[in-house]
Every structure is written in C-alpha cells, then in structure tokens.
C-alpha cells in the first residue's frame, strides 16, 4: 500500500467547518513535497453529501466514516469510529485543523494507537526526506521544528490560518467516495451533550467591522477602557478586545477576539496593551493593516504588526485621538 | 470530592527567554511561575471542595524548583502534594507526561482530575486528555462549569467564536478547565503558615520508570521566528508619534 497522507475534515450539523479547506491545503503540499498519496475524510452520522462536497478538490479519495453513534460528537465515539478506520487504513500521516473539537479527542485516538500528535503547527518542512513539523512555542516567542520518533501514522494539527483555504487545489474531476460504516459497541460513549448554544445575544458583529481598537492587560483597569473607546469612536471603529479583558467582565464576551471569540480582518486592526498571545494572534492576524502599542519591545504582537509603536499606551493615545480629530475635521 | 489539579511550572509571562547554546531549550535563568491555565483549575477545585466537601490534592513534574507551584498550591488551600522530581521531566513529551502522573498516582482514589486546558511554554493542550485514555475514565475540555449531579457531573464546554455545550458525565472524569472560569484567589499568611505542614510526596524518576518509554516526538530545534511582516516602528515623543500616525492613516492605509 502507499504511503497516505489522511486529511480528517471538520462537520457540525452537516456543515464542513471551513477550515478544513486550510487541512486540504496542507495535505497537497506534504502530498506534492513527500509522493504520498492524499485522502480525506468525513465522520459523522451521515456524512456522504459532505463528503462529496470534499471531493471536488484534487484528492485520491474521500471516505465517509459513519455510524450513527457520530451524531452528535463525543470523544468516545470519534475516538472509536478513526481507531477502527485508521487501524484498517493504515495513513502514514493524519492532519487535522487544530480546532477546539480536534483537541478534544485526537490526543486520545492517538493514545488509544500508542502514537503522538504534534499539534498546533504553522508549516512542515522536508529536509533530506524527514518531515518536520513547525509550531510556535512560549506563546510565540520561539519557533520549534519538530520531528516524529515513532512508527506511522503520525498525528499533526494545523493552526487556524497556517494554509489558506482558497489555495486548496480543485481536482480535474470528482474523486470517488467510500461509505465506510464504524461499529461503536453499547456503554462505549460515556458523555451526554447537550445542544450547542451561543451565550451572548450577537449585539456586536466584528467580523464587519473595518476598523477595530482592541484593548489587552495593558489597559490595566476597567476605566481606561474609555480611552480606547473614545480612539475607536474618533476613527469610526468598534471596540474589541482579548480573552483577559473579557473574563474579568470589563466589556462583553461578544467583544471578544481569539480563539474563544470571534476571528476578524478588518482593514485596520489597532492593538494597544495586547501582548500577542498565540490565542489571541489566530483571530486577528489576517487584518490588512495592523498597529500594536506595547510598552514591552519583545512582545509577541510585534511579529505581526506593520506599524510598532514601543511605548505607554497612556502617553500616546490621548493626542493621537486629538490627532484623529483633527485630520477628520479636515484640519 | 477527592479532587487532582495537575500543575506545571513554566517561565513567568513577561521573562525575557534566550535559547540555550544548542538550540534545543531555553536558558533556565528566568523567573518561573504556576501555568495561569493551571492556577484557574487549582482555584476551581478549591471551590468544588467547598461545596461538596472532600480533598483536593495537587501534582506536578519537574526539577526541584517545581516545588515552588506545589507550596503555592498548598498556600491557597489545596491539601496535599505530589512531586515527581527530576530534571529529566523537562523534556518528557505529553503522553511520557501523562504516563508518569498515572504511574504516580496507581493508588489513589480520586472523583476528578483536572489539567489547565494548556500549558503557556508548549501549548500542546495533550497532558489531560491522554491521562484520561490512559486511566480509560471519560474526559472534556475547555471546561468553563462544573456542576455535581446525581448521575456524576454537567459541566459547560467552551467551543469557538463564543458558542457552549453543556454535557452530562459519569465520574470519574478528566477534565481540562479554561482560563477565566472563576477568579483567582491569594494565598493569604495563615495560608502560607498552614502550608509548611501540608505533606509533599516526592516520587523519583526509578519509582516511574517502567510505566514511561522513550519520547515520541523530538524537538529538533528551537529557534526566533522568521519574520514574514516587515514592521516600521514609529518612533519619537507622544505628540510626534501621534501625527506620524495619523499621517500613515490618512495616506498610506486610507481609512481617514
């Protein structure tokens, strides 16, 4: 058999998640960099329509893995139904998007095989051959490639927005589909979910928004929100904010921007006290334009940022929001 | 509730970290701290011990001076410790990790354990969920409630771009908590006078040995990131900053 490269696609209620193009990307590229072959799949309870959505990309084949113990997710189940498919399979390299739902059930399938999942990675390399894996490490500071020391397959995740969906290559014609039933026995599912639900009423959509003055720790108490606000107001932005701000309750969750929050790309993104957490980086990082305002030079936000401003964040908005003004008065 | 937080010390937020001569860690003369994701589960475990009553007992791997998370732990109230000490745990993968908690803790009789949702230096978010595969008990995730039920536990799973799920478990269950779930309470002095009396086990590397193997995966290099953006810093005093500013807003991104 060749070596396979198995790209395991995200669903929710018969929606793919979109950053599974982004995996499909990613497969192409190790695909054309090792010669493994490339598949995909879908898991779910009955998943064959979405996995022919799938198989219009340039893939080998796509199975939908199903059982109706998929439905809805559980660890347990996900975890049984891709050992049983993986353990017949035998892929050389499995990827995922490192989505919250991923991490919660391919350490365990990956435990369950006596194998290892290198997670969260922004690129691979092939040097000579040996695949690595590169993923941030310090909350961005560093980089690590890293590489496998066990026998196949070989687990990896994807950060969100480490490929672009829209490179995923269209296949010249449809890729054949495999129906692949699971047997998930009695008592093997332990969880109960519940429906899925969104907590704050929407009162906020970011992902509109052109502009967005965002607020970090740096802003130090609730209060000097208010400058940040006012900023916003001056440029005709909204306010947003980072994971901390939000669970200390000084602005809503739906001003939220991260990994737990809401992914924005606006034309502006203005950071001021964020440092540049990894989990705050993946939900602002494809702005067009981005300005941080750190007092901390080696901050991570300042890998990303076009323009840096090193400096108290108190000293340097105030006369900016006079300067906003006053250009916006036509002065 | 017999409660285990697993805790891990890891470089303080702001250190300043260098790489060491061969690229393979960091140089370890930097301040340490408690993972923050960890602290958030210690302080959720103290909580649930004060409504259900029990004992809450703290884990953590790593040299000597991993110590310090525990004494801080048992600071805030947690009842006793466990250290599996030995430099060697530094560089121990998730699922080696994870093997030697589950070796260290064969005799106990704990109803949950809980894992920050992910470590700040490595961010692999693994630990938790393979030390439930390992001890075959039921897991969740990105945990921001945990209520006791009659049949075992609800708690409320976090998903993405602000969505939740409530889910009923059985216990005994793992589960790895969020960041924010609660506040963080201080260790006050009669805390810090208790704590000198509270038990820490220490477990060498020989009494876990024959539980781990070899690491799976292997850090090849660690090493500054490339820069992709090129980033101009604008420089001067408050009042200059701000005009230069305004200036690239009006005439280089056009959104004045």
Known sequence: MPDTVLVVVE?????????SWETIAAGQAISAATGWMLEAAVVGGSVSALAGEVAVKKIAKVYAVESAKLEPYTPDAF?????????????????????????????????ALGRTVISDC??????NGKLLFTRPMFQGKFAADVSFNSEAPWFATFQNGAFRGDKAEAGASAAPVESVKVDIAEGVVR??????????KQAVDLTQAEIIVSVGRGIKEQKNIELAKQLAE????????SRPICDSGWLPMDRQIGSSGQTVAPKLYLALGISGAIQHIVGMKGSRAIIAVNKDSEAPIFEIADYAIVGNLFDIVPPLI?????????G | MKILVCMKQVPQKDAPLKLNEAASWIREDVSYEANEPDAFALEEALRQREKHKGEVVVITSGPARAQQVLREALAKGADRAIHLEDNAFVGFDAFNTAKAIAAAIKDEKFDLIFTGLQSDDYGYAQTGVILAELLGWPHATIIMQIEKTDS?????????????????MPLPAVLTIQSGINKLRYATLIGIKQAKNKPIRKVALSEVQSAIGGNLQKIERLYVPQKTKKTEHIEGSPSEIAKKLVDKLRNELRVI
């Not at chain 1, 049984?80 to 739902?101: D, E, G, N, S």
């Open chain 1, 11 to 19: 669903q929710r209620e018969g929606k793919l998640n979109r950053v």
């Open chain 1, 79 to 111: 975890g049984a139904a891709l050992k049983q498919f993986i353990t017949t399979r035998q892929p050389k390299l499995v990827l995922m998007p490192h989505t919250y739902q991923v991490r919660d059930f391919v350490p365990k399938l990956a435990t």
């Open chain 1, 122 to 127: 922004i690129g691979f390399k092939d040097e």
């Open chain 1, 191 to 200: 969880n109960q979910p519940q429906e899925v639900f969104k907590e704050a």
């Open chain 1, 234 to 241: 001056a440029l005709g932005g909204d306010l947003a904010a």
């Open chain 1, 322 to 330: 006079e300067e906003v003004k006053k250009a916006k008065a036509g």
């Open chain 2, 152 to 168: 075992g536990i609800r708690v409320k799973r976090e998903l993405e771009a602000g969505y939740f799920q409530f889910v009923d």
